[in-house]
């Protein structure tokens, strides 16, 4: 792939919070302001809807920084956790949190709802 100047990361099974730079806290601002419009979802409404809710001026460039910020900052974490390196207890609290809620793949959304929603 690297021949065509494509690279293919993967992420950890199960982690949303890792995915991409934070593409799973975007997904699930989108899916959040799709559920709060007032819109008809019907026919070509449908499309403008879901247009809308991916668009630019739902996901502003400050707000997706702010969503890989958070995504490299677990990624931090998890690789503290996974090399036993000294973490604070405000690291370790998150790991654990996330650890228990982890029993397969789930959404940004679920998990995280509360710090997507303060960038709304």
Request: overall charge positive; hydrophobic content about 30%; aromatic content about 10%.
């Amino acid at each position: 792939m690297l021949s065509r100047g494509h690279l293919f990361q993967k992420s950890p099974k199960g982690h949303p919070e890792l995915a991409g730079g934070g593409v799973e806290y975007c997904w699930g601002k989108s899916k959040i302001h799709f559920r709060r419009s007032k819109k008809d979802r019907k026919g070509k409404n449908l499309e403008a809807l879901i247009r809308e809710s991916v668009s630019a001026s739902n996901l502003k460039l400050s707000t997706v920084r702010k969503f890989a910020r958070k995504a490299a900052d677990m990624r931090r974490i998890y690789k503290k956790y996974k090399n036993n390196e000294k973490m604070n207890l405000a690291d370790y609290e998150v790991v654990e949190r996330l650890y228990k809620i982890c029993k397969a793949h789930r959404s940004a959304l679920d998990q995280f709802t509360s710090f997507i929603n303060k960038t709304i």
